[in-house]
């Protein structure tokens, strides 16, 4: 199975001229690599101008859609029928910092079954905001899969990607990232909990990634000893130079 190495430039890079720039940089070393897909999500409003043609190891994806399926009076939205148009093949959906501004799992789940509606892969974030020593955060993780993928039909877990992400490890203010024996228990973790609905076989067919301080430094032993299925990666791929390496760590 490929890994999937996911590339979130949230509100970056400033110009439609360095958005280009970044892409094709990234594509280079994309097309190099046989054993990874490469999902780009730059802001929405880029995607149009990256010239993308679809590759079995290239794919572009959304940020974020809108808990709206239709279209209407809602400023500043956009909808999963409207991103599926745009030439994006995936949704990240859940992000902590999308929860953190009010999406919470109700939406969430919304979204989801929006997405997955308009043909979309979806890359579902989940993580505690804090870990305790009991693992009574565990039960957090459980609710946020659970709620969001409520009402989800087995079939469309197929177009489901997970990533674990947990908030302590996101952002310039991060504590740093988990570690990959810890990321591959919440994995086994994250696998068992959909096992539940889906069963074992169809639950280790859905893509674990691992997302949180993830650099050029510590890619590698994320996929090897955390066994995870790609990477989520924030600050890192706005480095062409380093998400490169990220890239290929994926051999």
């Not at 955060?137 to 899969?145: A, D, G, I, M, R």
């Not at 280790?204 to 510590?218: C, E």
Request: glycine letters at 8%; hydrophobic letters at 40%; one cysteine or more.
């Amino acid at each position: 199975m490929l890994k999937l190495i996911v590339a979130n430039w949230k509100m970056n890079p400033a110009t439609p001229r360095e958005a280009r720039e970044l892409y094709l940089k990234t594509k280079q070393a994309a097309l190099k690599q046989r054993s990874a897909r490469v999902i780009i999500c730059p802001p929405a409003i880029f995607i149009g101008c990256l010239n993308h043609k679809t590759s079995s190891r290239l794919s572009l994806g959304v940020q974020d859609i809108s808990v709206h399926r239709n279209t209407g009076a809602f400023t500043g939205a956009i909808s999963a029928a409207q991103a599926s148009y745009s030439e994006a093949e995936y949704a990240i959906i859940g992000h902590s910092e999308r929860r953190a501004a009010g999406d919470e799992e109700k939406i969430i789940n919304t979204k989801v079954k929006l997405a997955l509606a308009a043909k979309l892969n979806v890359i579902l974030c989940v993580g505690e905001k804090s870990r305790d020593g009991e693992g009574g955060y565990l039960q957090e993780l459980h609710e946020q899969l659970t709620s969001a993928l409520a009402g989800v039909p087995n079939n469309f877990y197929k177009k489901l990607v997970i990533a674990y992400e947990p908030v302590w490890a996101v952002g310039k203010g991060a504590s740093g990232a988990d570690t990959p024996a810890e990321f591959l228990h919440h994995k086994l973790f994250i696998q068992k909990v959909l096992s539940k609905t889906v069963g074992a076989a169809a639950a280790k067919a859905v893509p674990v990634l691992y997302g949180g301080s993830v650099d050029h430094k510590n890619a590698e032993s994320f996929l090897n000893e955390g066994q995870a299925g790609g990477l989520l990666v924030g600050r890192a791929s706005l480095r062409a130079d380093h998400f490169k390496q990220i890239i290929y760590a994926a051999r």
